[in-house]
């Protein structure tokens, strides 16, 4: 519970820093993980915020890091990572942990491909130049690309990375990438279905496996969850009682508590209020379906919760 209120207090102080000083675009959300890199007093109790900065020029991701604790001094001036080769980042960055408790970092760029910079060993800000993610590339229809926000998702299933990102077109789809972020490829997830929103992925403790939720270009909300093989996905189901929701944001997803609803899972969309009049900018909720397990899904609306 420390650790989630961290980092939600960390979200909230570079957000309303950033969205009320107009130096990153309205869209932008960083991604906030602790630091396991460096000698103690110098990279320890340390944690790392990334942005795509896209109102930058030229475009790129930056970090900044802070303390654990939230009484000190507050976060670092913006540090400059590069962006993938001549292709400015146009998603939201991801980060996750390597077994070596490294972070490692993926964006997705103009030229609709996956990138992935890891951090150094010693030095807890530096990275490594930017490499492409998969043996093989992402379909790309460039003239009438979609717009990226939270186009990437990276989680990790036993050893093997799984890395998610839609494809930049007008009838966008859902592409995975499992094994390593550089021998992987890349494959349809769920099918050739047409996705309207970023997807979002989620691990489902009832089965260990991950789940996965979009709305569809006509507003219903979709899922798939993996096979007990855990090398494929069950194609795009419509949800029960799904209402028609706007094509604007990624779904919400939060696994309930163990003690009630355990492998359940709840489900939801954000529209975000944006403010600056010394105001963080702030989702309003509206959680929708209760009730993902392994067998089903059953739905009801539980109405809108503001953060």
């Known amino acids: 519970m420390?650790?989630?209120t961290m980092l939600f207090w960390g979200i909230v102080l570079i957000g309303c820093f950033s969205s009320c000083s107009g130096s990153v675009?309205?869209?932008?959300?960083f991604c906030v993980i602790e630091n396991r890199v460096g000698s103690s007093g110098v990279g320890s109790q340390r944690m790392l915020a990334f942005r795509s900065n896209t109102t930058a020029s030229p475009v790129s991701v930056e970090v900044s890091y802070g303390d654990v604790d939230p009484s000190s001094a507050g976060w670092s001036s913006w540090k400059n990572l590069g962006a993938p080769m001549a292709s400015p980042p146009l998603s939201n960055p991801v980060c996750e942990m390597t077994e070596q408790n490294q972070t490692q970092i993926f964006v997705q760029a103009s030229d609709g491909q996956v990138y992935s910079a890891i951090q150094d060993t010693l030095n807890f800000l530096n990275f490594s130049s930017w490499k492409k993610v998969g043996s093989n590339s992402i379909p790309v229809s460039l003239p009438n690309r979609s717009t990226l926000v939270d186009s990437v998702s990276a989680v990790w299933y036993g050893k093997q990375l799984m890395v998610f990102a839609r494809s930049i077109s007008t009838s966008s789809r859902l592409y995975w990438c499992k094994g390593t972020s550089t021998s992987c490829t890349w494959g349809l997830v769920a099918g050739t279905a047409l996705i309207g929103t970023d997807a979002t992925l989620i691990k489902n403790p009832f089965t260990a496996k991950y789940e996965g939720f979009v709305i569809s270009p006509k507003g219903k909300m979709y899922r798939t969850w993996q096979h007990a093989s855990g090398n494929s996905f069950k194609a795009w189901k419509a949800m029960a009682s799904s209402p028609t929701f706007s094509v604007v944001s990624r779904p919400v997803a939060q696994v309930m508590g163990y003690s009630i609803y355990n492998g359940k899972?709840?489900?939801?969309?954000?529209?975000?209020?944006?403010?600056?009049?010394?105001?963080?900018?702030?989702p309003v909720i509206q959680w929708t379906i209760l009730g993902v397990t392994a067998r089903g899904e059953t739905g009801i609306r539980l109405g809108e919760d503001s953060i």
Do not use: D, K, N, V
């Open 265 to 282: 899972i709840m489900i939801g969309e954000s529209e975000w209020i944006t403010t600056c009049t010394g105001a963080p900018r702030l």
């Open 25 to 29: 675009s309205s869209t932008s959300r």
């Open 2 to 4: 420390i650790m989630e």
